[in-house]
Each structure stands twice: as C-alpha cells, then as structure tokens.
C-alpha cells in the first residue's frame, strides 16, 4: 500500500514562496500536484514522470512553480515561487503508474493541504 504524506503548506503573502514535500512514493510512479480553488473544480498544476526529467505545468503556473522528486527519499516537491492569491487552494499529491494529467488515473492520493495567499 502506497500512503502518501504532504506536508508545506501554510499562509504566505502575495509575492511569498512555499514549498510543498509528498513522501511516500517510489521510482516507479509518475507524480503530481492538483489543486483545488475554493468554489471551483480540482485541476493539475504540475506533473513529473518516473525518472524526472519529463515534466508538465499548468499554464497559470509555468514560470513560477518547479515540480521536482528526489528518488533516494521518494519525495516529490513542489517549488511555489511569486504566489498570487489566485493559488489559493487546497493542493493534492498524487502518484500512479502513468504520466497523465487526469486524476482518475492516479490511484493514490494524499491528504491535501491548505494554501492560502493573502495579504
């Protein structure tokens, strides 16, 4: 069984930087981040494959969010540079066996954490 544990997010300041961790993955799985606006539905903010070097961004965050993993930890992060307070969300982790932005394919999911931006 695969248990996914989040942990970075928080309150920041438009303009702040956060950074999310995912543990409990491995090699073997693509990983992403989802969030989930308040009032809104859950899109893809950022995708990583198996061995890190193929990636994908939403275009709201291209620029300012970096995806990255570190295959020794089974950590995935996600780098939140310049926030603005439409990042504001709940943010989900997730890891499956395929490199897709659609959530119904990845069987394993964290348990979200809140981001808030605000001045």
């Known amino acids: 069984q695969v248990q996914l544990v989040e942990s970075g997010g928080g309150l920041v300041q438009p303009g702040g930087s956060l950074r999310l961790s995912c543990t409990g993955t491995?090699?073997?799985?693509?990983m992403s981040w989802f969030r989930q606006p308040p009032g809104k539905e859950r899109e893809v903010v950022a995708v990583?494959?198996?061995?890190?070097?193929?990636?994908y961004y939403a275009h709201s965050v291209r620029g300012r969010f970096t995806i990255t993993r570190t295959t020794a930890e089974s950590t995935v992060y996600l780098q939140m540079n310049n926030l603005h307070p439409e990042d504001t969300a709940v943010y989900y982790c997730?890891?499956?066996?395929?490199?897709?932005?659609?959530?119904?394919?990845?069987?394993?999911w964290g348990q979200g954490t809140q981001v808030t931006v605000s001045s």
């Open positions: 491995d090699s073997t799985f693509a």
């Open positions: 990583i494959n198996r061995s890190g070097d193929t990636f």
């Open positions: 997730a890891a499956g066996d395929v490199f897709t932005i659609i959530p119904g394919s990845y069987p394993y």
